[in-house]
Structures are given as structure tokens and as C-alpha cells.
């Protein structure tokens, strides 16, 4: 009788180390508070932002990474992990989870207490891409880049409106069509 293949695990390190997860978007806070009440070791980096609504001004925690948890496991108990209602999967390469370096985890939790003020960018824009507005009053609006202004401001020619308007937009606003 041919004996059933073990499939291989994502986490095979005997020691606790520091993994990425994937979970649903806008429940990072509830997924952290699952993982804690298992026993899971996890951080979630929080920052402290000012939100607008139309009616008042307020200051919120918000993730600084969105969908990601991290947490602190090995391979006997990062099946814990997989159970928890909101968890979507490991960040993996070949298969197998990618650790993270416990310092990497100490730094960002150091740069975090001491109020330093954070962007997380995903994407780097160049001049003449094609991209559209995805939130805030020009949601929706398509143009080209006309140029980068630092780190955090575009200049966007928007052609939708049939006018040559330039708008100076925040970076975090924009994605690339």
C-alpha cells in the first residue's frame, strides 16, 4: 500500500520567528484581537492619522500596513494561524513563508513609539504614466503625470474634463492604469 504524502509545511523553522499575513481588507484590528485571544504572538503596526469626515475632524489609529498582521510562530504552531476567521494566507516565496527579521520587526516598532511621521508607498509613479484618481473629491478621474513633486505630490494632467488642469494631488490617491 502506497503510504500518503505528508504536503510540505509553510512554516519549517523549530524557533518562533516573524511571518507577514495576508488577511481581509479593513479587519486587520479584528484579526489581530483573534490572534491574541489564541495565543498567537502578533503586531499590528498602528498609526495615529487624522481622518476628515464632512461633519468633524478626528484622529485615528489606522494600520500602517493595510491587510498585513505579522506574527511570531514556528512550525508547530503557525496552524493556529490558518483558522482564524479573517486570515487569508501567508506572504510565501516557492512555496514556503518568508521570515522576517526579528529586527526589522524591533525597528518598525522603535520608529513607531517615537511619533515619526510614516508613508508606506507600494508603487513608484514616473513622468508621462497613465493614472487615475482612487479616492477623494476626483475619484474616478484619469489623466497623465505630468511630474513628481517630492516624495508624497504629483502634478496630473486631467484630460476627462476637457481642459488642460493641472492638479497638485497626493501620490497616496493615485494608482496606475
Known sequence: MKEASRPSLLVDSPENRWYACFVKPRSEKVVAVRMSETGID??????????????????????????????????QSFRKVLFIEGFLR?????GRAVPIPDNQIEA???????????????????????????????????????????????????????????????SSLLARI
Open 42 to 75: 502578533c503586531y499590528l503596526p498602528l498609526q495615529r492619522i487624522r481622518r476628515r469626515w464632512s461633519d468633524r475632524i478626528k484622529w485615528v489609529n489606522e494600520p500602517l500596513i493595510r491587510s498585513y498582521v505579522f506574527v511570531r510562530v514556528n512550525n
Open 90 to 94: 501567508f506572504i510565501t516565496f516557492e
Open 108 to 170: 518598525l516598532k522603535i520608529v513607531l513609539d517615537k511619533g515619526v511621521d510614516l508613508e508606506v508607498t507600494v508603487e513608484s509613479f514616473e513622468a508621462g504614466q497613465q493614472v487615475e484618481v482612487i479616492a477623494g473629491p476626483l475619484i474616478g478621474l484619469k489623466g497623465e503625470l505630468v511630474e513628481t513633486r517630492g516624495t508624497k505630490r504629483m502634478l496630473l494632467r486631467l484630460d476627462q474634463i476637457n481642459q488642460g488642469i493641472l492638479v497638485t494631488i497626493d
